[in-house]
């Protein structure tokens, strides 16, 4: 029995984690048709699928090899194959740490909901579980059609945890999320629906692989033209229709107002998994599709994207320094750190893209916990208003410490992990991107000007108002939570080349693709063609 399940989980370890937590809900859905479970049993049979499939994920971080080029534990199943469309599963490294931090965050979510939530409490364990389903399976996918399916299965659960358990503007916040985030699923459906046409006439066959399962010909192999022929088959349209969803996603300046209403009124679970998980879906679309298979657009679109994303640094900050609720300055830190991961990725070297990556990851874990963290302080206060604080910590210097650490690893104090990835970033973004990097640069500035002034006004100062006198420190559980996201944060920042060492390869393989398909990424990064290729050494710099 034991040799069978290793077995299965070397063949299908990616399909286990992927489809875990929706399998477990469906169960409990199942039993409860037939049983009527009482709401503990849900809580601690999803708390406990979701601490399975964290330990299958650090199975899958140890069975991945480093060293290896390519996509790992790659599977591939027919699915509708005269069309082209297969199950097709793989990972690399970016997508490993992304996996990571997804199958992380969700037990440290429903532990710091687990008193939160007194309504639908297993509708609401449904949806989370769900969500998670289609996050992970986003990250894996290889086949596009597969691809966009999880895409489109995230935005339906996040629709009813804001729609449901949200706040008193909880519905327009839905509304302009689901209308934002499905115009650019749509037009990126157009942009797969013409890659597979143009599939179709080069070779004969529909096919939506990303990468060649099997020795099939996958769509990294397939010629899209920059000039000639219809307007809406060459790169330029293509990359477009990518980028805009991926944008909205991020979500990019101008296209990032449904964030904070959407953060604002989420509940606490649904903010740290939106700022956690989900944008990153949008800058990983970036680096696993729009660059890799429009490489030439890709060139000629990066100054705008850079401009624009460092409008949102800069903007982001300004907005998040005049707000007086504390979730909506959180949020708009989000603009301005999701802003400035946009840089590093258009960058194009290794160290500007390795930094983006694991900014992703610092910003999942570092804004995940200020929102679960602000829960705390909302569940005891039912106010966010700075104004309504002050002198905290003294009523609760243990939530006050760890805020503080939370505060510090997200405007990238050395020593902790947001320190790494925006050193990272402003390395390989100043070497070609001088001007943008300079002004972006002010954003680092303005994030600890706004955060550290958010955290005077909590915690320092007279404990004046009558209401914060009497509040609770923290208890058991909510110490387990915050230590379980500190710990992260000052592991990346004291050891990062645990991080980076896994996605080195695939940073390396991403622009040496964008080369070999047409890009002149030598002349974006400042360099003379004829130089030696440093791509490799200089990742390897780049982790150490």
Not at 420 to 445: C, H, K, Q
């Amino acid at each position: 029995m034991e040799s069978m399940l290793d077995s299965l989980l070397s063949v299908h370890l990616l399909s286990a984690i992927t489809f875990l937590p929706l399998a477990t809900v469906f169960a409990l859905a199942l039993c409860e048709v037939m049983f009527r479970l009482p709401e503990a049993v849900w809580k601690y049979t999803a708390f406990g699928a979701s601490l399975v499939g964290c330990a299958l994920t650090a199975l899958l971080w140890q069975r991945f090899d480093t060293a290896a080029m390519g996509m790992q534990m790659v599977e591939h199943v027919a699915w509708m194959p005269s069309f082209g469309i297969h199950y097709t599963l793989g990972i690399d490294g970016i997508a490993l740490l992304l996996a990571a931090l997804t199958s992380f965050l969700l037990p440290v979510v429903l532990l710091a909901s687990w008193n939160d939530i007194h309504e639908r409490v297993r509708s609401y364990l449904f949806f989370m579980l769900a969500l998670q389903t289609g996050m992970l399976g986003a990250f894996f996918a290889l086949n596009l059609f597969l691809f966009y399916v999880f895409w489109e299965l995230m935005l339906i659960p996040m629709y009813f945890v804001i729609g449901i358990w949200g706040g008193p503007r909880r519905i327009y916040a839905t509304l302009k999320f689901f209308i934002y985030t499905m115009v650019g699923s749509l037009l990126m459906l157009v942009g797969i629906i013409v890659l597979a046409w143009l599939h179709h006439q080069q070779f004969g066959a529909l096919n939506f692989e990303y990468y060649g399962a099997n020795g099939a010909t996958g769509l990294l192999d397939l010629s899209i033209p920059t000039s000639g022929g219809a307007w809406w088959q060459r790169q330029g349209f293509l990359f477009a229709v990518f980028a805009l969803a991926f944008a909205i996603k991020i979500p990019m300046f101008p296209f990032h107002t449904w964030l904070p209403d959407a953060h604002v009124e989420a509940p606490t679970p649904g903010s740290a998994v939106l700022a956690g998980v989900l944008l990153k879906l949008g800058t990983f679309g970036f680096v696993r599709y729009a660059l890799p298979l429009f490489p030439e657009a890709s060139l000629t679109w990066a100054p705008w994207i850079v401009g624009l994303a460092v409008v949102g640094v800069v903007y982001g900050a300004l907005v998040a320094w005049v707000q007086s609720d504390v979730k909506k300055l959180v949020a708009y830190s989000s603009v301005s750190h999701m802003g400035f991961i946009v840089l590093g990725l258009f960058a194009l070297n290794p160290q500007g893209v390795s930094g983006a990556v694991l900014q992703m990851v610092n910003h999942g874990v570092s804004t995940g916990a200020l929102f679960i963290l602000v829960g705390m302080i909302y569940e005891r206060r039912h106010v966010r208003d700075l104004a309504a604080f002050g002198g905290l910590a003294k009523a609760m210097p243990v939530f006050a410490a760890f805020f503080a650490i939370a505060t510090f690893s997200s405007i990238g104090l050395p020593g902790l992990n947001g320190f790494v990835g925006e050193f990272l970033i402003l390395l390989g973004a100043f070497s070609n991107l001088r001007w943008p990097t300079v002004i972006a640069t002010s954003g680092v500035i303005l994030s600890a000007v706004y955060m550290l002034w958010a955290v005077r006004k909590m915690f320092f100062g007279p404990l004046a108002n009558p209401a914060n006198q009497g509040l609770v420190d923290l208890g058991l559980r909510e110490k387990v939570v915050a230590v379980a996201l500190v710990i992260p944060m000052i592991w990346i920042g004291v050891h990062p080349s645990t991080f980076t060492n896994p996605m080195d390869r695939a940073v390396t393989e991403l622009l040496e693709t964008m080369t070999r398909r047409g890009a002149n990424i030598a002349a974006w990064q400042g360099r003379d063609e004829a130089d030696e290729p440093v791509l490799a050494v200089a990742g390897a710099e780049a982790s150490r």
